[in-house]
């Protein structure tokens, strides 16, 4: 075999490992839970001296006066026995922006997660996502999963970057606000209930 072609052959070979190592390394980057693209979540451990199933009944108590009175809530899951609750609800959201504030008008829907144990609670808020007002004559506009970093995960159409990053940090400092809120509202229920 002349060398030309044995040296083609060899770097044909070597051309796959090139892009799966190109790939793996692209895939640790989208995944690096420290970088902006990371979702916004808010958790919560409380430490409460009650066994496992009297802490449930109280965790859903507390559940059903903070989170459960928020607009939608929906309670998807209640299994006393593993000491889970699973729930939706979501926030209403109004701008105080000029710039596309009737299409931003909407919700940040969330999901609730409440893990019950002897002795601790854990609450968790996750999977924050704006949805716009799509009644508009332009259509609404949707930010989507809400991350930690500045920009948008999506590039929203009819607005400038520099507005986008205004709007965006708007729904975030008010979803943080009114997250923050209920988890101390949840906490207080739930160590007030158990007090002599």
Same mark, same amino acid.
């Given at each position: 075999?002349? $060398?030309? @072609?044995?040296?083609?052959?060899?770097?044909?070979?070597?051309?796959? !490992?090139?892009?799966?190592?190109?790939? *793996?390394? !692209?895939?640790?980057?989208?995944?690096?839970?420290?970088?902006?693209?990371?979702?916004? =979540?808010?958790?919560?451990?409380?430490?409460?001296? !009650?066994?496992?199933?009297?802490? +449930?009944? &109280?965790?859903?108590?507390?559940?059903?006066?903070?989170?459960? &009175? /928020?607009?939608?809530? &929906?309670? *998807?899951?209640?299994?006393?026995?593993?000491?889970?609750?699973?729930?939706?609800?979501?926030?209403?959201?109004?701008?105080?922006? !000029?710039?596309?504030?009737?299409?931003?008008?909407?919700?940040?829907?969330?999901?609730?997660?409440?893990?019950? $144990?002897?002795?601790?609670?854990?609450?968790?808020?996750? /999977?924050? =996502?704006?949805?716009?007002?799509? =009644?508009?004559? $332009?259509?609404?506009?949707?930010?989507?999963?809400?991350?930690?970093? @500045?920009?948008?995960?999506? &590039?929203?159409?009819?607005?400038?970057?520099?507005?986008? $990053?205004?709007?965006?940090? @708007?729904?975030?400092?008010?979803?943080?606000?009114?997250?923050?809120?209920?988890?101390?509202? +949840? @906490?207080?229920?739930?160590?007030?209930?158990?007090?002599?």
């Amino acid at each position: 075999m002349p $060398r030309s @072609e044995a040296a083609n052959l060899h770097a044909m070979h070597r051309f796959p !490992l090139l892009l799966v190592a190109c790939s *793996l390394s !692209l895939a640790g980057t989208a995944q690096d839970p420290g970088s902006g693209t990371a979702a916004i =979540t808010y958790a919560r451990s409380i430490a409460i001296p !009650l066994n496992g199933v009297m802490l +449930f009944d &109280k965790a859903t108590e507390a559940w059903t006066w903070t989170f459960g &009175k /928020e607009p939608g809530a &929906k309670l *998807l899951r209640s299994e006393r026995a593993e000491g889970i609750i699973e729930a939706t609800a979501r926030l209403n959201f109004r701008s105080e922006m !000029l710039t596309g504030r009737e299409e931003s008008m909407g919700i940040v829907q969330y999901r609730v997660l409440v893990n019950v $144990r002897a002795g601790e609670c854990r609450i968790a808020i996750s /999977e924050l =996502t704006h949805t716009g007002n799509r =009644t508009t004559a $332009r259509g609404g506009m949707h930010m989507g999963l809400l991350a930690k970093g @500045e920009d948008p995960l999506r &590039k929203v159409p009819g607005m400038g970057g520099s507005n986008a $990053r205004r709007l965006y940090a @708007e729904i975030k400092a008010v979803s943080q606000a009114r997250i923050t809120g209920l988890l101390q509202a +949840f @906490e207080s229920r739930l160590k007030a209930s158990v007090e002599p």
